[in-house]
T-cell receptor
Framework: AQTVTQSQPEMSVQEAETVTLSCTYD???????LFWYKQPPSRQMILVIR??????QNATENRFSVNFQKAAKSFSLKISDSQLGDAAMYFC???????????????FGKGTKLSVKP | DAGVTQSPTHLIKTRGQHVTLRCSPI?????VSWYQQVLGQGPQFIFQYYEKEERGRGNFPDRFSARQFPNYSSELNVNALLLGDSALYLC?????????????FGPGTRLTVT
């Protein structure tokens, strides 16, 4: 079974600075998707960025980028020019390409709470 | 376009009672998934429904059941509530069942069991 581990329960960053959130995962599969989701106090889970495992190029979305190290099974999220609105829980998630059973749905880590200081 | 909607927003129930949570997917989305998020944890997969059929089930007891209606809305039912069922229940919809299709989450229903 796949597992996702986020080893940083809480992180803090100064506004306009850069912060990196860590995520490692365990799988025996060669093809899969990885995601970072943001969950603000409003509770709505919002997709931040997605990475396909077969793509070597790291995904980027504006101020958000990932460092995907497939051999190391590592998937970190870098937030540049941090803004007050970035404060939230951030979840790393894995999604198998298999459709059967519970596969094909998201496996989440425990999350990292990010605080942004003005 | 309206996003995924869930009702009710909050719910308080007593141990042993039954609860029904509701989810309306984004228009045109045929797949609905349910997740349970216990305080301080990441969401855990409960069910996926696609075209009104159960397509996936997580590691939850038979007290949990769900169904999807012809309009693709869905209900999650939990019988014989336990204190440990207190959680945020999230619904997510996607246009198709395929892996490449994103899951769009609703705001969740906060269930408190006393």
């Amino acid at each position: 079974a796949q597992t996702v581990t986020q080893s940083q329960p809480e992180m803090s960053v100064q506004e306009a600075e850069t912060v990196t959130l860590s995520c490692t995962y365990d799988t025996s599969e060669s093809d899969y998707y990885l995601f970072w989701y943001k969950q603000p106090p409003s509770r709505q889970m919002i997709l931040v960025i997605r990475q396909e495992a077969y793509k070597q190029q790291n995904a980027t979305e504006n101020r958000f980028s990932v460092n995907f190290q497939k051999a190391a099974k590592s998937f970190s999220l870098k937030i540049s020019d941090s803004q007050l609105g970035d404060a939230a829980m951030y979840f790393c998630a894995y999604r198998s390409l298999n459709y059967g059973g519970s596969q094909g749905n998201l496996i989440f880590g425990k999350g990292t709470k990010l605080s942004v200081k003005p | 376009d309206a996003g995924v909607t869930q009702s009710p927003t909050h719910l308080i129930k007593t141990r042993g009672q039954h609860v029904t949570l509701r989810c309306s997917p984004i228009s045109g989305h045929k797949s609905v998934s349910w997740y349970q998020q216990v305080l301080g944890q990441g969401p855990q997969f409960i069910f996926q429904y696609y075209e009104k059929e159960e397509r996936g089930r997580g590691n939850f007891p038979d007290r949990f059941s769900a169904r999807q209606f012809p309009n693709y809305s869905s209900e999650l039912n939990v019988n014989a509530l336990l204190l440990g069922d207190s959680a945020l229940y999230l619904c997510a919809s996607s246009p198709l069942r395929g892996i490449a299709h994103e899951q769009y989450f609703g705001p969740g229903t906060r269930l408190t069991v006393t």
